[in-house]
């Protein structure tokens, strides 16, 4: 999330329920979008509770995560930057948080392909943790 004149995340805390599927509760909370009290502050996101049931599975595996939409439907812009970008950082502040995930491939309907080519990419792009700590670098 982030104000809505920011292109960049902003950390927004949350309480999620201690389960054995932290990662999938994580990007739960995430796709769901600014609960009220953060839209009152000014945060915004391209998820909403649109998006919230957007999410399939997040499983890892030896610290290689895989995140499966069964659609992106509702996600308002996300073909165009910098919404994608902030969408993808998101997604990507939320899991590389925890640090036994060493990689993310996301995945739309069981596809990686699929899934990048929906954000307007050609090939499936597997996230690693060394491409996430240059990203926060900046």
């Known amino acids: ?29 995430l796709i769901a979008g600014p609960a009220e009290e953060e839209q009152a502050d000014g945060y915004t996101s391209a998820f909403s509770a649109e998006t919230a049931g957007l999410l399939s599975s997040a499983q890892i595996f030896s610290g290689a995560v895989q995140v499966d939409f ?33 990689s993310v491939e996301y995945r739309l309907r069981g596809s990686c392909e699929s899934f990048w080519e929906a954000l307007g990419a050609a090939t499936c792009d597997v996230i690693t943790r060394a491409d996430w700590d240059a990203q926060e670098a900046g």
């Open 1 to 29: 999330c982030g104000p809505p004149d920011a292109l960049e995340t902003a950390w927004v805390y949350r309480d999620v329920e201690e389960t054995t599927a932290i990662l999938t509760a994580t990007t739960r909370q």
């Open 70 to 102: 069964n659609s992106l439907e509702g996600l308002v812009g996300i073909d165009a930057e910098p919404i994608r970008t902030q969408f993808l950082a998101d997604l990507n502040d939320s899991l590389f948080q925890y640090d036994q995930v060493a």
